[in-house]
């Protein structure tokens, strides 16, 4: 049992045992009136009377000749009782500060339990995805792709600063698609799709056909980790020793700057499969890294170079 809940069983047990002892008191002391006459008690409440009237001039604001010793008693008791309650009531608020900091502690405390407990699920989380992740990449094909070729198929004209008034030169761009296995499982690719990325500022290039440029499953190449093929959309493994032909641009001596400083991009997608059936859709971006390169760089970033699974 806390002091505090002593402490008040103390005060109520004073303030019964007082109100016992006051009750025993007056009794008696009623007892002892009775005994007296009516002659000897006027005397006595003359004499009293004189007395009091001495007390009244000094202390008749705290006592008077008339206090009992029961009144004594029950003054010294409450007194008693009363410091007891202000020590119960302050032993009670210590407490309550006690049990909210305890439990302010307990909150604190089972708080981090919680996040510790979070943080370890996510670190759990976190590595199945790595170990996930790694089983997956070691039991699936992978490929890269490069571009290379003669990209302007014609530059001596691009070249010729000599215009004639009204003269419209065709430029013929191509490109061959290099597709490589880097997987230890093979890869069986059996579907390519390159173009330009042709936009509003470009509509002096013309672009052929989308079936001569976008595949349609017609071919197969299995590749081993190591192998590499030179691909063309529709036909497979490739039938120009120049690379497929991936559009004309009709300069004329207004736009040529334009097309030398912002040579189109060539965006495309290699389909592939292993060997469970599961495909898998390459997405590739490059662009030259000048009109009279050969050498080509990626283009656009994740957004345009990426790989998803198809099924």
């Not at 790595?130 to 992978?142: E, N």
């Not at 490109?175 to 690719?189: C, F, L, R």
């Not at 071919?219 to 690379?243: D, K, M, N, Y």
Request: charged share 20%; aromatic share 10%; net charge negative.
């Amino acid at each position: 049992m806390s002091d505090c809940y002593r402490n008040g069983a103390f005060a109520l047990g004073v303030v019964v045992g007082g109100g016992i002892t006051l009750n025993l008191f007056l009794w008696l002391d009623y007892l002892s009136l009775q005994k007296h006459d009516p002659a000897t008690g006027a005397d006595e409440q003359s004499n009293l009377s004189v007395i009091g009237s001495a007390w009244d001039r000094s202390l008749e604001a705290f006592v008077t000749p008339a206090d009992t010793l029961a009144q004594w008693i029950v003054t010294l008791l409450t007194f008693a009782a009363v410091i007891l309650v202000w020590r119960t009531l302050v032993a009670t608020r210590e407490m309550v500060t006690e049990t909210r900091r305890m439990a302010s502690d307990t909150r604190k405390f089972g708080d981090a339990q919680v996040k510790s407990s979070i943080d370890a699920v996510q670190a759990a989380q976190e590595a199945n995805e790595v170990a996930s992740k790694q089983f997956y990449s070691g039991f699936k094909p992978w490929i890269t792709v490069e571009l290379s070729g003669t990209f302007i198929e014609n530059k001596k004209d691009l070249l010729d600063p000599d215009w004639k008034q009204g003269e419209r030169r065709e430029i013929k761009m191509r490109v061959q698609v290099k597709v490589t296995s880097i997987g230890d499982i093979p890869a069986s690719v059996d579907d390519l799709s390159v173009c330009l990325l042709v936009d509003e500022s470009r509509g002096y290039i013309d672009v052929p056909p989308p079936e001569w440029l976008h595949g349609g499953q017609k071919w197969l190449t299995v590749l081993q980790r190591g192998e590499f093929a030179v691909l063309e959309p529709g036909f497979g493994p490739q039938i120009s020793p120049l690379g497929r032909l991936l559009g004309t641009a009709h300069l004329t001596e207004e736009n040529q700057y334009h097309f030398i400083g912002n040579p189109p991009p060539v965006i495309g997608f290699v389909d592939y499969y292993d060997p469970l059936g599961n495909t898998y859709r390459h997405h590739f971006a490059f662009v030259v890294t000048s009109v009279m390169s050969d050498t080509f760089q990626r283009f656009g970033g994740r957004e345009k170079n990426f790989e998803e699974e198809l099924s």
